[in-house]
């Protein structure tokens, strides 16, 4: 079982800045990939981005790419998603993503987002 625990989220205005941080419950050494996904309501969940936590290897939705960066702390278990330039599309609710090397997947509570004009 592994538990993911998001936090970072809140209210910003439009250009702005919010980091969000994730933190798994177990060495992400056992731990394929992580992500960010987003749902907005009334929207399927889609994803924002996400890191393979042995190489780093990025990618990411095309709405996001130049604006989102995504890491990760292998030392601290974590996962960060830095969002800068934010835009009123960007509210949602922000949900870490976890896929193990065993096929198991996991989803953290979910951080609401919110940005205003």
């Known amino acids: 079982q592994v538990q993911l625990v998001e936090s970072g989220g809140g209210l910003v205005q439009s250009g702005g800045s919010l980091r969000l941080s994730c933190a798994a419950s177990v060495s992400i050494s056992r731990i394929n990939t992580m992500g960010w996904y987003r749902q907005a309501p009334g929207k399927l969940r889609e994803l924002v981005a996400r890191?393979?936590?042995?190489?780093?290897?990025?990618n990411y939705a095309d709405f996001v790419k130049g604006r989102f960066t995504i890491s990760r702390d292998n030392a601290k278990n974590t996962v960060n998603l830095q969002m800068d330039s934010l835009k009123i599309e960007d509210t949602a609710v922000y949900y870490c993503?976890?896929?193990?090397?065993?096929?198991?997947?996991?989803w953290g509570q979910g951080t609401q987002v919110t940005v205003s004009s």
């Open positions: 890191i393979t936590t042995s190489l780093g290897r990025t």
């Open positions: 993503n976890a896929n193990l090397y065993t096929g198991q997947v996991y």
